[in-house]
């Protein structure tokens, strides 16, 4: 191991969190059975409530007793509770994005980033109270108008990771509160803390503005308390945010008593390097995108596709970069890599690594364990493996900081080696030919939900849609229209003439 300045303590720790608890409104009296630790030196912080079944349906019956009023107040007037909401994330930015890197291991920029993406959806979300647009069109038949309209669609049960503990709560319940639903939170049983902190902040702002506080419920525990979430009929849509195999227990059960689901899965993300990229931009973006979050997110860049001409000094200046990578206390200016979230993702990133190798990969940098004080938490250098072909390990999502480089001669064949794998969220080319951009943008090109010219794979804005195709689920959430996903829709047929003319000209009687 390595060595690297030595860790606060857990006590420390635990003083800091209970402060910025109170800061946020949250009483932190340590009570009930849910530990909430922090992966900076893998020790408990406190433990807090965990829901019983009886609280989760106690939960979600006062969501939809909530629903049935705040459905028909006018979207302008719902609007207001978020807006608030923005403001006061806008003047608790520091405390809470302090509590995410406590409980979440993220460096302060990065916490900070994602406090700011939820102030921004919030200002998103407000505008788009005043433009849940349906369409008319014309009708067949004189004297009648046809339109659609979008009405509430429930209780929106969300579930949510640990890697963005804050945002894709926000990305659904701004959307979901603004487009007349009501919303029961499930959190990553990770990270209750932050949790508890928004929690406390949007029940402040529907408070300050008159509203009904019911419309947000908050249930904690683990995935058994999400099961209830999902089983309830009461619940008209489950947006789930977690691993493929999640996806996969959780589509099925929803299905089965017809609710609907907008599933955000694993991603594979790859990135196409041709021989006219700009390998200093790559590079830099490469480094973001695969060693940001020490490779904990979504859309972290898992697999380089480097042409044979620039793979050679393209790994060089990566291997070069990531060997100055500052890995430590993601409290200390300076470090840009914080540690793993606990010891089963350590586990998971050495048998993917020692799994590559045995493939005939080359490890050209990284993977080591960094000792930093603690045995109970995970640092590790973000990896670089170089593989001869897409292996089994390489097709599969390990959230842990491994990049591997593959190559190619021939661009349709660094596009299927791109699609070759079962996930489908984010994807990225690095090309000064707009030919290679054109195409790779193209119906034929990349098979992902967010495809990127000259970009990393990381790092959307909240005004595209977010979500991806294949095994990453097909579902939208944030910006564009994916409040439609939130919304039912109903076809209205009005006649305001005296006669009944039929459809297709149909005579009856």
Known sequence: MTTAPVLPSTDELRDRAARLLLELGVDPVESGDLPARTPITGGELMRVWSSTERDVADAIDRAHTAFRDWRIVPAPQRAAVIRRLGRLLSDNLDALAE???????????????????????????????????????ASERPGHRLMETWHPLGVVGVISAFNFPVAVWSWNTAIALVCGDTVVWKPSQTTPLTALACHALLRRAALDVGADPQIHQLVQGDAEVGARVIDDERVALVSATGSVRMGQAVAPRVAARFGRCLLELGGNNGAIVTPSADLELTTRAVVFAAAGTAGQRCTTL?????????????????????RQLPVGNPFDDGVLVGPLIDGRAHAAMRSAIERAIADGGELICGGERVDV???????VRPAVVRMPAQTAVVREETFAPILYVLTYHDFDAAIALHNGVPQGLSSAIFTGDQREAERFLAADGSDCGIANVNIGTSGAEIGGAFGGEKQTGGGRESGSDS???????????????????????IRFG
């Open 99 to 137: 509590l995410v890197t406590l409980e979440a291991g993220k460096i302060g920029a990065e916490a900070r980033g994602e406090v700011q993406e939820m102030i921004d959806v919030c200002e998103f979300a407000v505008g788009l109270s005043r433009q849940l647009y349906g369409r008319t069109m």
């Open 483 to 505: 409040w439609k996903a939130y919304m039912r829709r109903a076809t209205n047929t009005v006649n305001y003439s005296t006669e009944l003319p039929l459809a297709q000209g």
């Open 302 to 322: 898992r697999r380089v596709i480097a042409h044979v001409d620039v793979v050679g000094p393209l790994l060089d200046r990566i291997a070069a970069a990531y």
């Open 373 to 379: 004080g603690g045995a109970d938490s995970y640092y």
